[in-house]
């Protein structure tokens, strides 16, 4: 291998020196929150995420400092606590924004508009993924499924659920956050920095007044089955059904004959509506909207 | 791969009556979600909690597992592994310490039940470690909560103090002699901890790596020491069926799948949720009650319990959705996520962004998962962009061939699942995109927002 004298980003062979430590009252203080958490496990090593958490909290990344405070506190080497750090995604190799802005683009959430509003957003905020906007904010980041996909469009911030986002209401969001403006999330509590819920993140529950009832008990999607249990009702739900059966329930008031599930005709912009439903098409008698027993 | 299509085309006969959405749903786990403060311990004991906990308390550990046993529960996070074959396996009298390990690392695309489900009632899954602990004989237990769910995590830390204040966890639990130290830890956002090797060797604190078996975790787990590592809705079923007993539990669903689970309903549905219903109720069940697929479309393909189990069409609505029923027909119940895509919706853009997860969540360890998810979505992706030729449809079921049961653990095979599943039903969706040279579809029509215009005067 050769490398050229005028590129610094080489390294040339000389060993990195040691991280510097934390200064004196840091480390004191991050010394008796670690010494709690490894007290926690019969194996001093599990407590090393959450330490990592700890010194993310810290710096707001995963510094090397950080590592060499982990390893110290842990009798591990520092290669062993990099090879760590650098497997798991929600450790920040670099300095990144107070909040952390995730849109879900797996597969179900990208489908259902989440693909479209993280480009938005990366138009909107001028920033790629895994980048922050100039004044610290936000950093942007597409994420994996966040189990949370009854309420697709999901973003994250700072890990609080934003449910059923779109486009409008993402960069009203973010605009929002930029701003210092307040801004709820639809499951979770009120934002902290990245820094504060890397210390939940961390085994420190958060103490302030309302965090842990925040949004109340469940959101309305976890709700759907219990609520038909009851003898509720669901939005829609009596006028798309899947089969009705004669005689069990009104199939609704809908005055034209047109089949459960089918746009309505004469609406001005259904022309170009899909309108390829198994009513419409026999070549597809198994579909949803299909009479029972065809 | 073969599949049976004994289910497709034609309904199941019903009894007439018993399909109304009060019959069909028997909501246990989700039973008290809408009180307020659902998620504190003075709402889950007045709803019966921890009732189940003092009857297993006073029966001897084996007693314990035999009950669990009989009641036929089954593992919820995919496996379907009898609960109470796991803890019977685990020694006793070897003078280790035995470690009851709760996966609540939820993070198979489409899951999403442990979630709400600890976010609106984590003393339910508390109760059941308390019983699952007395019975495996451990004196300490882990939840491993995957850290990207600040909210739950809030909310477990909460719900953890409450009980060792009341004496539900720590010294001499509710008074059985039963020590018992319950530990809280979070993730940093890998989808294969959710493996249960790897989730031990991250507990440990190293890479989640899988674990080459045997040995298994029953004889060497956490710190090398006898190990149950359990799903969370499988822990939180336990206490129902001690309280209300395992007839009851027997009474719903089959014979080799009795119970309740929570089904997570999601896509291009009219109502996504969570839904809890006796295991063999079917998707038509599901659609039917809860306002079907979106107003004007029709179901394209879905999957029965997240990306990894083979997908289905609408030719799959009448399968009845358990253990057995799913198998029979060519995929796996696995997590009972349920992701609908209507005619909108591109497979092939599907599958390749399911493939580039797992690519992207390949732990590097085994050859044919590292190196053969990195192919597949080089493929996939020419393939979307028009690039394609007719040979990579071949090439892509050889590649998904060559990591499929080939890998320490079940994430290679989970993404060769997609492969086969769609190149099986919707080859010719490929071919279009090879022939047209691009992709046929307007994503703008999937969006959730698609069709809002028509909602307003429908």
């Not at chain 1, 701003?179 to 210390?199: E, S």
């Not at chain 2, 107003?295 to 394209?300: A, D, E, Q, S």
């Amino acid at each position: 291998m050769t490398a050229t004298s005028g590129n610094p980003e080489v390294s040339l062979g000389m060993p990195q020196l040691p991280a510097p430590d934390y200064p004196a009252d840091v480390r004191a203080r991050l010394e008796a929150d670690a010494k709690e958490v490894i007290a926690r496990y019969p194996g001093s090593r599990s407590a090393l995420l959450p330490l990592l958490h700890l010194v993310q909290s810290e710096e707001g990344h995963v510094t090397r400092t950080g590592i060499r405070f982990c390893a110290e506190l842990l009798g591990l080497t520092t290669a062993e606590v990099t090879a760590v750090s650098t497997f798991y995604t929600m450790y920040r190799r670099k300095p990144s924004g107070d909040y952390q802005v995730g849109v879900c683009t797996n597969t179900l959430c990208a489908v259902m508009g989440g693909d479209a509003i993280f480009d938005e957003l990366k138009e909107h905020l001028g920033v790629g993924n895994d980048e922050t906007t100039a004044d610290g904010k936000v950093t942007l980041e597409h994420i994996e499924c966040n189990a949370a996909c009854d309420y697709a469009p999901v973003v994250m911030v700072n890990w609080e659920f934003f449910d059923n986002q779109t486009p409008e209401s993402a960069k009203q969001l973010v605009d929002d956050l930029r701003a210092g403006r307040p801004v709820a999330p639809t499951r979770g509590a009120p934002l902290c920095t990245y820094k504060d819920t890397a210390r939940i993140l961390a085994g420190f529950p958060d103490r302030r007044e309302g965090a842990v009832e925040a949004t109340g008990s469940a959101g309305a999607a976890s709700l759907a089955g219990l609520r038909l249990a009851k003898g509720e009702e669901l939005p829609g739900g009596t006028d798309h059904v899947v089969a009705p059966r004669d005689g069990a329930r009104p199939t609704d008031e809908a005055p034209s004959g047109r089949a459960p599930g089918e746009a309505p005709a004469t609406h001005p912009s259904s022309h170009d509506a899909p309108r390829d439903t198994s009513a419409s098409d026999p070549h597809h008698p198994a579909g949803p909207a299909a009479e029972e027993g065809e | 791969m073969t599949l049976s299509t004994e289910y497709g085309g034609h309904s199941q006969p019903e009894a007439g009556g018993e399909t109304s959405p009060e019959k069909l749903l028997t909501p246990v786990l989700s039973a008290f979600w809408d009180q307020p403060n659902s998620w504190t311990l003075e709402t889950y004991r007045r709803h019966e909690g921890y009732e189940g906990a003092r009857k297993a308390l006073a029966m001897a550990p084996d007693d314990v597992i035999a009950y669990v046993k009989d009641a036929g529960l089954r593992g919820r996070g995919g496996a379907g592994f009898p609960t109470g074959m796991k803890w019977q396996f685990i020694p006793q009298g070897d003078g280790k310490p035995h470690y009851l390990v709760v996966n609540a690392d939820e993070s198979e695309p489409g899951t999403c039940k442990d979630i709400p489900l600890l976010f609106a009632n984590p003393h339910a899954l508390i109760e059941g470690i308390v019983i699952a602990c007395h019975a495996i004989r451990s004196e300490h237990a882990f939840i491993y909560l995957r850290g990207e769910t600040v909210p739950v995590l809030r909310r477990l830390h909460e719900a953890v103090r409450e009980a060792y204040a009341a004496g539900y966890l720590g010294k001499n639990v509710m008074g059985s002699g039963l020590d018992l130290e319950l530990t809280v830890h979070a993730g940093a956002g890998a989808y294969i901890c959710g493996e249960e090797t790897a989730l031990l060797d991250s507990l440990e604190g190293r890479r989640g790596q899988p674990r080459l078996r045997p040995p298994f975790p029953a004889v060497a787990g956490l710190y090398a020491c006898p190990t149950v590592v359990n799903n969370v809705e499988s822990i939180a079923s336990v206490p129902a069926i001690m309280n209300r007993g395992k007839e009851w539990f027997r009474s719903m669903g089959s014979e080799k799948s009795p119970g309740f689970t929570l089904y997570s309903l999601s896509g291009h549905v009219t109502n996504p949720g969570q839904y809890e219903a006796p295991l063999g109720i079917t998707l038509r069940q599901l659609l039917d009650m809860s306002g079907g697929i979106r107003p004007g479309h029709r179901l394209k393909f879905w999957t029965p319990g997240g990306s990894s189990t083979p997908m289905f069409t609408d030719e799959h609505l009448d399968v009845p959705l358990d253990y057995e029923g799913v198998g029979a027909a060519g995929s796996m119940l696995g997590t009972k996520a349920l992701q609908c895509f209507d005619e909108t919706t591109c497979v092939v853009r599907a599958v390749t962004r399911w493939t580039e997860f797992y690519a992207h969540e390949s732990c590097g360890k085994c050859t044919p998962c590292r190196e053969g998810t990195y192919w597949l979505v080089q493929l996939l992706r020419d393939i979307e962009a028009g690039k394609g030729r007719m040979a990579d449809l071949d090439k892509l079921n050889d590649i998904a061939d060559n990591i499929n049961g080939k890998s320490f653990c079940a994430l290679g095979d989970g993404a060769a699942s997609p492969i086969f599943s769609s190149l099986k039903y919707f080859r010719a969706e490929y071919e279009q995109h090879v022939t047209g040279k691009g992709c046929p579809f307007d994503p703008a029509k999937s969006t959730a927002w698609a069709d809002k215009h028509l909602e307003v005067n429908a």
